[in-house]
């Protein structure tokens, strides 16, 4: 599977299969707390980065070699490593995907194209969108998100308050928030006011939990979060951890697999997921897990973010 990986366990979503349509750091955004880097393609331009097909055939594969699918996964989540809005082929795709299976369609995505009809209209077919929005003030936006130089926060949110406005499904928003960047009282509330504006199930309020990008993006502590959920109002929520007891699509043999090579020597996401045949996305929800359970750590090398067992 080139473009699929999982089911991964989600905080959000539970066991989700994911969709990559997006080549490897492609995206209209350069947030200072994403977990894969830096990006290397900032773009809006929109066209074919995967091909549609071949997404559905690794879909169909996948699908039926599974006893009960439905079972098995709770969304099908298009996500992966880069803006998946960016594929121009994204409706046809979630058209396709209704006709071959009842599991419902997550997009998870920034937000910064929504101001375009087109991709309004072609992500009908989801069942659940979740937008972010980091910032409500230009500054700020600039700050915490490095955008394309086409893009401005009043282009971000008129996007997501029109689109949440004419969806059918489900909208969450997320708020990822970083110490000293965006959680500031006036950018808070504000937030919540913009936020009021727009039709929302839920608004989901998250912070730097895997390692960032940029050693300035630094997490709330929990307090801090709580005070920030208190202002958004009665639909804002904190995204829990995933418990791993919990979880029936958490490998054991891969989480071995994994521990055995940091063993041997320290070594980079991209690293592991090369040598294991593991999606980079997938890499990372095990690496997360590993270090809440201490062990393994990270290190900084001047060539970037390494990790290594504890022993």
Known sequence: MKHIFGPVPSRRLGAS??????????????????????????????????????????LKSLLSSLESPRQAIDYITFSGSGEPTLN???????????????????????????????????????????????????????????????????????????????????????????????????????????????KLAKIQLNTVIRPPSEKIALPLNEEEMQQVKEKLGEKAEIIAYFDRKKERI????????????????????PDISNALSLHINEVIKYIEQMQKNNSVKSITRRDGLYYQAIK
């Open 88 to 198: 121009s082929e994204i409706g046809s795709l979630l058209k396709e995907f209704k006709a071959i299976t009842d599991i419902p369609l997550a997009v998870l995505t920034n937000g910064s194209l929504l101001f375009q009809e087109a991709v309004r209209e072609v992500l009908s077919n989801a069942d659940l969108v979740v937008p972010s929005l980091d910032a409500v003030t230009e500054e700020v936006f600039q700050k915490v998100n490095k955008p394309h130089p086409s893009l401005t926060v009043e282009k971000i949110i008129d996007g997501i308050k029109e689109f949440s406005r004419s969806f059918d499904g489900e909208t969450w928003l997320e708020i990822m928030l970083v110490k000293g960047i965006n959680d500031g009282q006036e950018e808070i509330e504000r937030m919540a006011e913009v936020a009021a504006e727009m």
């Open 17 to 58: 299969l994911g969709i990559d349509l997006i080549p490897y750091k492609t995206c209209s955004y350069d947030c200072v707390y994403c977990q894969l880097g830096g990006t290397t393609n900032k773009t809006v331009e929109r066209k074919e980065y995967i091909l549609r097909d071949s997404v559905i055939t690794e």
């Open 250 to 269: 958490y490998k054991g043999d891969v989480e071995n697999e994994i521990l055995a090579m940091l063993q041997r020597r320290p070594c980079t996401i």
